[in-house]
């Protein structure tokens, strides 16, 4: 072999090796940052399912641990980004008439410039805030009104929802619609702190032929509030979690009590609306409703609704009753309803209205006095501090201010929320047993089973709730209080009693 030719195989035999090598390194690199892109969104994806496959005990350890991170940064917004595109929606889903249009690049700045920005009301700014998180999907059953004077009611149906509860809300829509909704075609809303998935609306939208809007809701609806001392509150958890209440160290489960509370009423698209049905991820209709429940509620004029009544858990709303009280006595309160509520102790007995479940005015929860109930209960920070539930609360508001006719209970719905279960019990007539299928495995009727709450209801004769009731009513807390001070969830001392009488 020539010089050259061994100079030329030398050559040729490092260039392939160099060759070689880079792309090796290249492919590696390459399938390193795809590891990283794919193991990121996997990560992503765990955490939600893990979520989603979490029993109460471990969503209670989970969101305790995380209790600091509570809704305010815009960090939890961009971690569901991830899972939204809103550039590959398809076509059907559209902008909401008459709402602004934009689409900004960058949305968490978008955001941040808004809530920096003032409005001349809440509603213009709140509206400016989520638009570009709001979507509406046009159900075909739209068409069967073109032409034709529409007579439904101003009323939706309000769902609060997360994303990884797909499964369980299209359960309680295909539910609803079988039973109601496909010959009425109401609207569904869907709300949610956080931006919904391009999946969730589609899969959704596909689950009625009802117009159906998927919104953010506006952060000042579900951020804890500055004066809520985060110190205590993480204090507060512990308690409640080592005694086993159940969510008593989730942040987010309060966040949620206090928005549907005092705030949904509040979100932009229930503006024009006079009445909204509440549906939950979840549930069972056991009964045709061949009727229309919230023409029904104008026509009788009534203002709230409910299927299931039933005992709170004392431990998540120590303060509530005494809160309310004060309400009441500071507000000169008069009621013909709030007795219902009251046992021989001149304490609250714990009923309330299940609010998984409610067809109410929103003109109601829009009044100056719910408003200002709320707010009252408000600033005493206990949504945080204890665990207050939304349900209590629309039951109390509805003593405080409504009447015993203005109620109604729907007997004939069959529902189902969680391990509760009720449908009608008929004796006269076997027009019930035409019109509900209870399955099999549901054997016991909570009516039935566990109706105090809801023989006080049927039984119960308006009683005239003055001043004087409230005075007295706390005045027995107190002095109970005091009897019960070596229980060390109620120490006071014999000045701090007194301080109190004298008060009230
Ligand atoms: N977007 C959003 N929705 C929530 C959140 N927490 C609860 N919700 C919704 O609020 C409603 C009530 O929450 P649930 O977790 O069902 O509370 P619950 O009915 O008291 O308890 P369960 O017995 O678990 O059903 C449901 O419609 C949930 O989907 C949250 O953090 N974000
Ligand atoms: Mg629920």
């Known amino acids: 072999m020539s010089k050259f030719k061994t100079v030329f195989y030398v050559a040729a035999i490092a260039l392939t090796l160099v060759l070689n090598i880079t792309i090796l390194i290249k492919l590696r690199a ?35 641990k995380n209790a600091d991170g509570f809704g305010k940064s815009p960090l939890e917004i961009q ?9 590959k929606l ?3 889903f559209t902008r909401v008439e008459n709402w602004p249009t934009k689409f900004p690049e960058n949305l968490t700045e978008y955001r941040e410039t808004i809530l920096k920005t003032q409005y001349l009301t809440k509603q213009n700014q709140w509206k400016e805030e989520i638009a570009p998180w709001v979507w509406h999907h046009r159900g075909v059953a739209e068409d069967k009104y073109i032409g034709k004077t529409d007579t439904r009611e101003k009323a939706a149906i309000l769902v609060l929802v997360r994303n990884s509860e797909l499964e369980d809300i299209k359960h309680s829509i295909r539910m609803l619609e079988d039973r109601f909704n ?30 159906t809007t998927f919104a953010l809701i506006p952060q ?40 549907n509370s005092g705030f949904f009423y509040k979100h932009p698209l229930v503006q024009n609306l006079k009445y909204y049905w509440r549906l939950e991820p979840n549930i069972d209709f056991y009964c045709d409703i061949d009727y229309d429940p919230f023409k029904f509620m104008r026509e009788n004029k009534k203002i709230y609704s409910f299927v299931i009544i039933l005992y709170e858990l004392k431990k998540t709303i120590p303060t509530l009753w005494k809160t309310s009280l004060e309400y009441a006595k500071q507000n000169n309160i008069t009621s ?61 508001a509805a003593g405080l201010f409504l009447n015993k ?46 109706g105090e709450c809801l023989n006080f209801w049927n039984t119960y004769k308006p009683y005239e709730w003055t001043n004087l009731d409230s005075t007295d009513a706390l005045n027995t807390l107190y002095m109970n209080r005091f009897k019960a001070a070596n229980d060390d969830t109620n120490v006071i001392t014999i000045n701090r009693w007194r301080e109190m009488i004298v008060n009230n």
């Open 90 to 92: 398809s076509l059907n």
């Open 220 to 259: 000042e609806h579900w951020e804890v509030p500055d004066s809520i001392d985060m110190e205590k509150t993480k204090v507060e958890f512990e308690k409640l979690v080592s005694q086993d209440i159940v969510y008593g160290g989730s942040l987010s489960y309060r966040q949620m009590c206090r928005f």
């Open 182 to 211: 496909r010959r009425y075609n109401y609207p569904y809303i869907f709300l949610n702190d956080k931006p919904f998935s391009n999946k969730f609306m589609e899969h959704v939208a596909r689950s009625t032929k009802s117009n």
């Open 405 to 450: 006719d203005q109620i109604h209970f729907f007997n004939d719905i069959g529902y189902r929320h969680d391990q509760f279960a009720r449908w009608p019990v008929s004796t006269t007539t076997n027009e019930f047993g035409i019109k509900c299928q209870v399955p099999k495995n549901i054997k016991e009727n909570f009516d039935v089973a566990s």
């Open 30 to 64: 390459s399938s390193k940052n795809n590891l990283n892109t794919k193991l990121q969104s996997k990560e992503i994806n765990l955490l939600l399912d893990n979520k989603n496959n979490l029993n109460d005990k471990d969503k209670q350890d989970m969101v305790f």
């Open 336 to 396: 013909n309803l709030l007795k219902l509520f009251v046992n021989e102790n001149k304490d609250y007995n714990l009923c309330h209205f299940w609010s998984n479940f409610e067809i109410a005015s929103l003109d109601w929860y829009r009044s100056k006095e719910y408003e200002s109930y709320f707010q009252f209960l408000d600033s005493t920070g206990s949504f945080f501090y204890e665990r207050w539930g939304d349900a209590p609360i629309h039951s109390l």
């Open 79 to 87: 971690i569901d980004e991830h899972f939204v595109d809103y550039t």
